[in-house]
């Protein structure tokens, strides 16, 4: 009778304090969800004060008008005080529902589904998850404003070269027959907090300019210069490359377009004009020079690769100009192509680029 009066006792205690537990946690629950509901409206509040600095800016910089600025000014805060309202009334929903139940809530539990962009798989022991994996832990956090972007660059076109007291249409290489090609990567950063008419871009590509001389003619070395030379053979092919390993700095201009929601705020230059300036520096991987001919009946291919007394160091200015990723593109050496030449030579090129 005793030992019977003994375990009623603690059973009646584990109910006791098992009550008091429940009843402190859910109270904790609600205090935690009034927290919640203040901190809603001090977020929503700070965005909005976000929208109208960013609404005065552009009256300031003359993107809009007196009445514009005004009327939007009026619709962020019509805006901001509905998401107030909606999610305060979320909140004290949760709050009713929890005090209406005494903590006592039934709620779903996302065990072994896919939903949306989110997983989360476990194992329940007693009806409770005991083990979970949730795929939201790993999840790369959204950036609200992303200053700095970037691309991959390709650039195709004609090739040249500028000589010391002729015009380029005297040039001796091929006009249709001398190209290059060029490919990267850049990234993107606006400059100013709250504008992005200037941007600032940089990067690396590595670039091959070709060269094709006219006539029966390939690049020799002699006594220290490299000069262009009859062939002792007919010439099917002649070609002359330099590759680069240069770093683009440009800056650009141009409009684009304010995309804001409540998670994110985006620049967009998508079917936008935009016209960048700039320059590079680097070195030179390398020249090579290609023949093709027809030697006693044998055709020959020849893959020479020498020095050529080409310039080491490479520098010059570049600038594009254009719509969303197809841009006019223009560049040109500053380094002579040979060192130590008599007579200088600068290499040119002119193509389109594309951002993609």
Known sequence: MKTITFYSTILLLFLVAHSVWGQEDYQKKIEALKIEKQRIIEQEKDALKFEVRDINQRLEDGNISENEARMLKEEVAKQRALNIENRVAIVENQIALLERNKGDVLTLREIDTIYGDRMRIGLLIDGKPAITFNSNRWKKEIKYDRRTYSDFVMAIGLNNAIIEGQSLSDSPYKIGGSRFFEMGWQWRTRVFKNSNWLRFNYGFSFQFNGLKPDGNRIFVQEEGQTVLQEFEYDLDKSKFRMD????????????????????????????????????????????????????????????????????????????????????LYLKYDLNPIFKDAEVKQNNISLGLRFDI
Do not use: A, C, W
């Open 244 to 327: 680069n390993l240069v770093f683009p700095v440009h800056f650009e201009v141009g409009p684009s377009k304010l995309r804001k929601t409540e998670r994110t705020m985006r620049y967009s230059i998508r079917d936008q004009f935009r016209l960048g300036f700039g320059g590079y520096g680097g070195f030179s991987l390398g020249t090579r020079q290609k023949l093709k001919y027809n030697r006693d009946g044998e055709n020959v291919k020849d893959k020479l690769k020498r020095d050529y007394n080409s310039s080491d160091l490479i520098y010059g200015v570049s600038g594009y100009m254009g719509f969303d990723g197809v841009l």
